[in-house]
């Protein structure tokens, strides 16, 4: 199956800071990627829709100026965490969707672990 | 809206014995994709088995299998033969349909899955 990069895998910072999950489709071109947010022992939750260049969708809830998503190429994804705070905490995991969306797969990168101290 | 609804939080079976997953959804589309995915302690979100709905034959991937039920809205998964490494988090999937060819996912609240030996 096509595969589909997270980095970091985790990663730790301050309060305050903010902190760039990257997402990448390693063998093909990825049309819409989704970003989820996953709390412990819970289900993933859909944060937002984007689409290879042009601005993201998001959730209802979801704060964008907070969480910036960016998908300036068909492979590449990225979200960033902006004056992260503790209850940013969690697991945020990605997926692509290539071209040929009817197959019905998405498919999902390792996932990043963000603690903010 | 859609929904999915897994109502086992928790199933435990013994290796080598066969355990059924249930999972139950809401729609009014009559063509749609449904899905179970696999997320193991590594946290990376696996595809188990698909089923496309105008397809009344059940789906089936090795010992994995559904039992589609499209009247009732039912979606559940057996698992045959139940090895070690199928202990996971399994989340049942709806896809919907989004603007200009996209699609996401919506999951059920996830069944953690053990296996005895």
């Known amino acids: 199956g096509a595969v589909v990069s997270q980095h970091p895998s985790w990663v730790i910072c301050k309060s305050g800071t903010s902190v760039k999950i990257e997402c990448r489709s390693l063998?093909?071109?990825?049309?819409?990627m989704f970003w989820y947010r996953q709390f412990p022992k819970q289900s993933l939750m859909l944060m937002a829709t984007?689409?290879?260049?042009?601005?993201?969708?998001?959730e209802q809830g979801v704060e964008k100026d907070k969480f910036l998503i960016n998908h300036a190429s068909l492979t590449l994804s990225t979200l960033t965490v902006t004056s992260a705070h503790p209850e940013d905490s969690s697991f945020y995991i990605c997926?692509?969707?290539?071209?040929?969306?009817?197959?019905?797969?998405?498919?999902f990168g390792e996932g990043s672990r963000l603690t903010v101290l | 809206a859609q929904t999915v609804t897994q109502s086992q939080p928790e199933m435990s079976v013994q290796e080598a014995e066969t355990v059924t997953l249930s999972c139950t959804y809401d729609?009014?589309?009559?063509?749609?994709?449904l899905f179970w995915y696999k997320q193991p302690p590594s946290r990376q979100m696996i595809l188990v088995i698909r089923?496309?709905?105008?397809?009344?034959q059940n789906a089936t991937e090795n010992r994995f299998s559904v039992n589609f039920q499209k009247a009732a809205k039912s979606f559940s998964l057996k698992i045959s033969d139940s090895q070690l490494g199928d202990a996971a988090m399994y989340f049942c999937?709806?896809?919907?349909?989004?603007?200009?060819?996209?699609?996401?996912?919506?999951f059920g609240q996830g069944t953690r899955l053990t296996i005895n030996p």
């Open positions: 089923q496309e709905a105008y397809k009344q």
């Open positions: 729609t009014s589309e009559s063509d749609y994709y």
């Open positions: 984007s689409n290879e260049g042009s601005k993201a969708t998001y």
């Open positions: 997926s692509a969707q290539s071209k040929d969306w009817y197959t019905g797969e998405l498919f």
């Open positions: 063998d093909f071109q990825a049309t819409t």
């Open positions: 999937a709806y896809r919907i349909y989004i603007i200009q060819g996209a699609q996401k996912l919506v």
